[in-house]
């Protein structure tokens, strides 16, 4: 049986081994592959993983020997869905391998925003600890979690371990899903509407996929709402935000500072306006890229895959 992997260098730059996917079959593993080498190849797979190439109805309908495609992520947009279903091959992804890390980056960002940590250590490193007349000093706003509201959006598994941190912390919750779990456990916790969370929010964070009822979710009208020394965080998806919009804002004043690991375009075009919007941090879509959360996501595709073989397939998306 031909495994072709399509795009394995993210998931797999050489630090992490692809033996067990291997003993499945003859495996062929291209870092990249761009849209129009996909057929040549695939052809002869029997099974294609993908982390962002791109599967559509016109390359299915091409490789009528294909049986299984596997999403080496947990969001599977760029698959033909519909058509994979049509055609009986199993499409299967990788859900909850990279939520400590998401939840990790997720506090990197808002506590770089709160304390200013690199700037800090700069500031040393440039002399001005040395020439102080103080013990100490600082540069740049110190803010304090503790007391502080936190409006989750999106209360998935990702959402709800943010939240532990956030209590941790001493922080106030609020959030908004499209389905409200159970969160009685939860003392400094109650659900609201959107427009309610981003008005009284000291700290937003994205968590929610994106569809099209979150595409261009955070607009200039709905930051015009939130707090002006409001925070926003997003390690979701770049498109639920308009990037010239939050550009605006931040300059505007209109709240203080983002943190944002996704753009609505990657990579980005070099005149993306965030990349000159007052405190912003941008990080590269790496909440997701820590060795062990990739090392999870290869041997969940590769079980993925095994199970599918065995006739007992899971994960599956096309059901």
């Not at 592959?33 to 190849?41: F, H, P, W």
């Not at 959006?153 to 990702?158: L, T």
């Not at 009284?200 to 979710?217: F, G, M, N, Y």
Request: glycine share 6%; hydrophobic share 40%; proline share 4%.
């Amino acid at each position: 049986m031909k495994i072709v992997v399509l795009d394995g260098f993210t998931m797999n730059p050489g630090d992490i081994s692809w033996d067990e996917l291997k003993k499945l079959g003859e495996v062929e593993v291209f870092d990249r592959t761009a849209e129009d080498k996909i057929l040549e190849r695939a052809e002869g797979a029997s099974v294609l993983l993908t982390n962002k190439t791109p599967i559509s109805k016109e390359t299915i309908e091409k490789l009528p020997q294909l049986k299984y495609i596997g999403v080496l992520a947990t969001g599977y947009n760029i698959i033909a869905i519909e058509e994979a279903k049509k055609r009986g091959i199993v499409v299967t992804n990788v859900p909850g391998y990279s939520t400590a890390s998401v939840v990790q980056m997720t506090f990197a960002l808002l506590l770089e925003l709160c304390l200013h940590t690199q700037r800090h250590s700069d500031s040393v490193k440039s002399g001005k600890w040395s020439a102080s007349a103080d013990f100490c000093f600082w540069d740049y706003p110190l803010i304090e979690l503790s007391g502080k509201t936190l409006g989750i959006i999106g209360f998935g598994s990702i959402g709800q371990k943010v939240a532990d941190i956030a209590t941790a912390f001493g922080m106030n919750l609020i959030g908004t899903s499209r389905r409200q779990t159970d969160q009685s456990q939860r003392k400094n916790f109650r659900w609201v509407e959107l427009d309610e969370l981003l008005r009284i929010s000291d700290v937003v964070s994205i968590h929610c996929p994106l569809v099209p009822e979150t595409h261009h979710l955070i607009n200039k009208e709905r930051l015009n709402s939130m707090k002006r020394s409001a925070f926003l965080i997003n390690t979701s998806r770049g498109q639920i935000i308009v990037d010239k919009d939050l550009a605006d804002a931040l300059n505007k004043g209109i709240i203080a500072g983002a943190g944002i690991d996704v753009l609505s375009q990657e990579p980005p075009p070099i005149d993306n306006p965030l990349f000159k919007a007052k405190n912003c941090l941008i990080t590269p879509h790496i909440a997701w890229a820590t060795k062990e959360a990739r090392m999870r996501l290869m041997e969940s595709a590769t079980e993925n895959l095994s199970s599918f073989l065995a006739g007992k397939p899971k994960n599956v998306v096309t059901r």
